[in-house]
């Protein structure tokens, strides 16, 4: 096998000044704007750093985004309190959408193939009336399907049907979601 040592390794960072100052704001201002009545001034703040983002959107003051820009979020859906939102690809929530606390989308990972470990990113959806639950993780390139449920503490490799129940690590279906009203 070939000496390889990752002091060697290098990734491109686009928007490197804009992620400095989003950090900032992210870390600061951000975080002090708590509680439901300041949803539309962090939804704002948010909408300067190049999120798509309807009025009707409550996204927590806890929540981490990478990177606002790759973010897409559709009416009436939650990020809740101390979500990780590493989107350095795309990550698209639809509408009526929750994303319970302490989950992590992460649409990032490296390359095993090469020794180097290079940066891979594949994009995340997740559909309207989806529901990932407490402490979820959901991979790169996952798409969950409308009105799926990720079950609590599930981590998420693959696609979730429409309509079903998955859970576990690794997250496996356990039922079809019926609405009964």
């Known amino acids: 096998m070939e000496e390889i040592t990752l002091n060697k390794y290098s990734e491109v960072k686009p928007k490197f000044l804009k992620r400095i100052i989003w950090l900032i704001v992210n870390k600061t201002i951000f975080r002090c704007l708590v509680g439901d009545k300041l949803f539309a001034v962090r939804n704002a703040i948010l909408r300067m750093f190049g999120a798509q983002l309807p009025k009707r959107v409550l996204i927590y003051s806890s929540c981490d985004i990478y990177a606002p820009w ?29 994303i319970s606390q302490g989950t992590y989308l ?7 193939t ?10 995340i959806t997740i559909g309207n009336r989806a ?3 407490a402490d979820a993780f959901i991979g790169p390139g996952v ?21 079903t129940v998955v859970g576990g690590n690794p997250a496996k279906f356990i039922k079809a979601r019926e609405i009964k009203d």
């Open 143 to 163: 798409t969950i399907g409308e009105g799926a449920v990720v079950g609590a503490r599930a981590a998420v490799f693959r696609d979730v049907e429409p309509w």
């Open 70 to 98: 790759n973010l897409k979020v559709g009416k009436f859906s939650c990020l809740g309190p101390h979500t990780e939102i590493y989107n350095k690809d795309r990550i698209v929530i639809g509408e009526n959408a929750v």
């Open 131 to 133: 529901w990932v639950a």
């Open 114 to 123: 090469s020794l180097l470990l290079p940066l891979v990113t594949k994009p």
């Open 106 to 112: 992460c649409s990032a990972s490296h390359d095993i």
